[in-house]
T-cell receptor, first 111, second 117 residues
Framework: QKEVEQDPGPLSVPEGAIVSLNCTYS??????FMWYRQYSRKGPELLMY????GNKEDGRFTAQVDKSSKYISLFIRDSQPSDSATYLC???????????FGKGTRLSVIA | EAGVTQFPSHSVIEKGQTVTLRCDPI?????LYWYRRVMGKEIKFLLH????????ESGMPNNRFLAERTGGTYSTLKVQPAELEDSGVYFC???????????????FGSGTQLSVL
């Protein structure tokens, strides 16, 4: 079983839709949960991070972590064509253990 | 402020040849990481420098890979001899400090696309 599972998509939605992106994980030691956005031919860019369980909101983006289910989500409200990118979840434990990434979900928002 | 710079952006080499990738982190960033993404797979950690010292090299695939960070500034990743399975995108990332360990903000470069034929 992979440590982090993420559906690679692709996912195509109309402009203005609510997008839900998800990852599941198996390592209960993970405490830090991140979402990265990667545009074509660019490196990943940190979008949001959360520590332990709970929600975090930043503008149109909301990140949720449910440690009991080992499930994390990223919601994008009022999606825009500029949100078209690959979204990668990443997580890590305490100390200096390296981040573990999901495969990424490719999102297209159609105008 | 300049971001993380990687060179070259693309490299096509034949099996058995040597390739050296370079990464210039953001000025003042002590932490430098190398990651790799093989087609269809996840981004995987290769190694981590703190200044010029290797903090963690547990992700290095084998001894054909050699990473250095001269004087704690730029870093190189050499693959010698290259094999077909080394093809992928090699990312470099840097961060300022480890005060908040895993929530440190990593700045990624655009990557080097390596193709071994």
């Amino acid at each position: 079983q992979k440590e982090v599972e993420q559906d690679p998509g692709p996912l195509s939605v109309p402009e203005g839709a609510i997008v839900s992106l998800n990852c599941t994980y198996s390592n209960s030691a993970f405490q830090y949960f991140m979402w990265y956005r990667q545009y074509s031919r660019k490196g990943p860019e940190l979008l949001m991070y959360t520590y332990s369980s709970g929600n975090k909101e930043d503008g149109r983006f909301t990140a949720q972590v449910d440690k009991s289910s080992k499930y994390i989500s990223l919601f994008i409200r009022d999606s825009q064509p500029s949100d078209s990118a690959t979204y990668l979840c990443a997580m890590g434990g305490s100390g200096n253990t390296p981040l573990v990434f999901g495969k990424g979900t490719r999102l297209s928002v159609i105008a | 402020e300049a971001g993380v710079t990687q060179f070259p952006s693309h490299s096509v080499i034949e099996k058995g040849q040597t390739v050296t990738l370079r990464c210039d982190p953001i000025s003042g960033h002590d932490n430098l990481y190398w990651y790799r993404r093989v087609m269809g797979k996840e981004i995987k950690f290769l190694l981590h420098f703190v200044k010029e010292s290797k903090q963690d090299e547990s992700g290095m695939p084998n001894n054909r890979f050699l990473a250095e960070r001269t004087g704690g500034t730029y870093s190189t990743l050499k693959v010698q001899p290259a094999e077909l399975e080394d093809s992928g995108v090699y990312f470099c990332a840097s961060s300022q400090d480890l005060a908040f360990s895993r929530i440190e903000k990593l700045f990624f470069g655009s990557g080097t696309q390596l193709s071994v034929l």
